[in-house]
């Protein structure tokens, strides 16, 4: 048995015999023309264009309609590339100057393209020049009259296979789906390519830049592809391939049962009501989000709006990203005001590098001693609010004291907002984060003041046992089953519990399976997390019982022996 | 010949979606329409002109138009980068 590895495309499992694509090592000929046949050399290659035009149209029809939108940008790439001055009109001029046929005027081009894509810095656009090769490709064929590399396969004759192939274009990958096959495995390629992302979207189980795969795997011989793993495996006998077809329809199966579980209420087996929410980067994710069935945005980060630029955003382009965020989730949208600093700095670095970013100036600090950058937030975000339920949480807070200033710079930045005659909420709920070991601590204390908190673990956790989780020397000691997390955390569910406000968490353990039911019995009701962790949390909660939990719970965080309480949180799991 | 300097705001920068609605943009004017990114000098109605730009959120670009409709050309693809290429946020 062999096993290669490569790039896995889906979580899939393909198993079946190998069809190996012979590459058609192509001649392409060179000839003088004569000056008179310059017309009609130049017409034949233009002919040519426009047949594969035609061609990739009839793809993309072939492509469902239900397919994500990017996984048809590459007809529309492939489309506009048959129209780049660079193809369309260079070749035809080498026809007109130097005398030579077509088939080599474009190669000659291509050639140069592919070799200037190839010597670029950035690997997604050294990846281009597989776009390049792959259409000009395909112009040469029609050139040449040679039929399409899919159809020299008879029809059927792909059916039930695994197609192996020096390289597959998006196209082909669209014709093969066509043909049933069960999946592929190429040479080349890389997992962000257009063929890859159109694998993904047509769930075929791929390996993709498994260098010599055309020469290892033997036509006709099974393979395993393990989209998961990135792996294929050759030579395998009965009881591997017994193996992974028990795998093939456990994930078939799992994938039904979360797909069942999307329109299914959070509630508990003794009918506790849970709400889970996503966290949100990019306005982009919404999409997400919605489809996962997320109750609210539980966390929406504004980083990403200040990262990579010198200048900060306008209060304009603030809002206008915020509100696209409201207008499309119709539930609430927790908004966090900015939380740079450390590990994610604005371009430019305000800070002179500081030995100590954790502990240093960012979040509500930074946003506390710049009001110039805080304000322009508020105010998006409180106009923001005018179009939809909104909250706002603010990171890292560790004092009363700064809770007052931010309160004051609210109210300051409503009563500009008056003045100028916005529209605003004006209960505006203002909460939160705890992630601060001192905010937790002093829980009751924030619960009196905020109308909601929320506990960010991976600050929390970080701050508690003071491990830079960036650190590999000392990043093995990152535990969110930490004794003092836990009880941090605890302190926080109570203190909300005690002072009736609700208390979220939005940190990974949120969003991790495994401390659901832990958390559960220690009385989180609220779990905001990444979407697509929502399904796997709502199975551990449909099959929670809140009578048994908090016992367990109780007992877990009596325990002081961290591998005792990895087991018992195992235990609990089953419950 | 109009020039004006441009900044590329949108977080994927000029890679593929972006560069495609760009180049469809400029293909729809009669005038010549150039980029130049620190010397180097493309034609906006080539995909793989821009695409070897490699011009990411942040990059400031040099815009050269020149031509019988280069004034709404300017407008109009000043306006696509304002607008980050309709990219959702």
């Known amino acids: 048995m062999l096993t290669l590895y490569g790039a896995g495309i889906g979580k899939g499992i393909a198993i079946g015999r190998a069809f190996v694509m012979q590459r058609s090592a192509v001649e392409i000929p060179q000839y003088s023309i004569q000056a008179s046949e310059i017309g009609s050399e130049v017409d034949r290659f233009q002919k040519a264009l426009e047949d594969t035009r035609i061609q990739l149209r009839e793809i993309e029809s072939q492509i469902p309609a239900d397919a994500p939108p990017e996984s048809k940008s590459f007809i529309e790439v492939y489309l506009l590339m048959l129209k780049d001055p660079l193809i369309e009109q260079q070749p035809a001029e080498t026809i007109r100057e130097k005398l030579c046929n077509a088939e080599w005027a474009l190669r000659k081009h291509s050639k140069a393209l592919v070799d200037t894509f190839d010597r670029m810095q950035d690997p997604y656009l050294r990846e281009k020049k597989n776009d390049v090769r792959q259409i000009t490709s395909r112009i040469q064929d029609n050139l040449l009259h040679i039929p399409k590399q899919s159809t020299t396969a008879h029809p059927g004759q792909l059916e039930g296979r695994v197609v192996i192939s020096h390289d597959l274009s998006p196209a082909d990958t669209v014709q093969f789906k066509n043909q049933n096959i069960m999946g592929f495995v190429t040479d080349l390629g890389g997992p962000t390519s257009h063929t890859a992302i159109l694998a993904r979207s047509l769930k075929i189980p791929a390996v993709v830049g498994l260098h010599g795969a055309t020469r290892y795997i033997r036509h006709d011989e099974v393979v395993i592809v393990d989209g998961k793993r990135g792996a294929i495996v050759m030579g395998a006998d009965e009881g591997v391939l017994d193996r992974y077809r028990e795998r093939q329809a456990y994930v078939i199966r799992r994938k039904r049962e979360l797909d069942e579980l999307r329109d299914a209420e959070p509630v508990t087996r003794d009918g506790q009501t849970v709400k889970l929410l996503a966290n949100v980067e990019l306005p982009d994710d919404m999409r997400a989000a919605q489809r996962s069935r997320a109750q609210g945005v539980g966390l929406f980060r504004t980083e990403y709006l200040f990262m990579n630029r010198t200048e900060p955003p306008s209060e304009q382009e603030q809002f206008s990203a915020y509100s696209q965020v409201v207008r499309r989730m119709k539930s609430s949208v927790t908004i966090r005001t900015l939380d740079l600093g450390a590990d994610k700095q604005v371009d430019g670095g305000r800070s002179e590098d500081p030995t100590n970013p954790a502990l240093g100036l960012r979040a509500v600090r930074l946003c506390l001693h710049e009001p110039g950058l805080f304000k322009p937030q508020l105010r998006a975000v409180l106009r923001a609010s005018a179009l939809g339920p909104v909250q706002v949480v603010v990171p890292m807070l560790s004092s009363l004291n700064e809770l007052d200033q931010v309160f004051d710079m609210i109210a300051e930045t409503k009563e500009e907002l008056r003045q100028r005659g916005e529209d605003f909420d004006e209960e505006i709920p203002i909460g939160g984060m705890v992630e601060v070991p001192a905010a937790a601590v002093s829980a009751d204390l924030f619960a009196r003041r905020l109308d909601f908190l929320s506990i960010g673990t991976n600050d929390l956790i970080q701050y508690t046992l003071a491990i830079d989780r960036v650190d590999d020397t000392v990043n093995y000691l990152y535990d969110p089953l930490h004794p003092s997390v836990l009880r941090l955390i605890k302190l926080t569910i109570d203190a909300g519990e005690k002072a009736g406000i609700p208390v979220t968490m939005c940190g990974e353990m949120a969003g991790d399976a495994r401390y659901t039911k832990l958390l559960l019995g220690m009385g989180l009701k609220i779990f905001s997390m990444d979407p697509t962790s929502i399904p796997e949390v709502k199975r551990k909660i449909l099959e929670a019982d809140l009578r048994r939990l908090p016992d367990e719970a109780e007992k877990i965080m009596a325990c002081g022996d961290g591998n005792a309480i990895r087991d018992m949180v195992v235990a609990m799991e089953k419950l | ?89």
């Open chain 2, 1 to 89: 010949m109009i020039e004006q300097h441009i900044e590329v705001i949108n977080k994927l920068g000029l890679h593929a979606r972006a560069a495609a609605r760009l180049v469809k943009e400029a293909s729809s004017f009669e005038s010549e329409i150039m980029l130049c990114r620190e010397g180097q000098e493309v034609n906006a109605k080539s995909i793989m002109g821009i695409m070897m730009l490699a011009a990411s959120q942040g990059t400031r670009l040099q815009l050269k138009v020149n031509g019988v409709d280069e004034k709404t050309a300017v407008d109009s693809i000043v306006r696509l980068f304002l607008s980050r290429f309709g990219e959702d946020e």
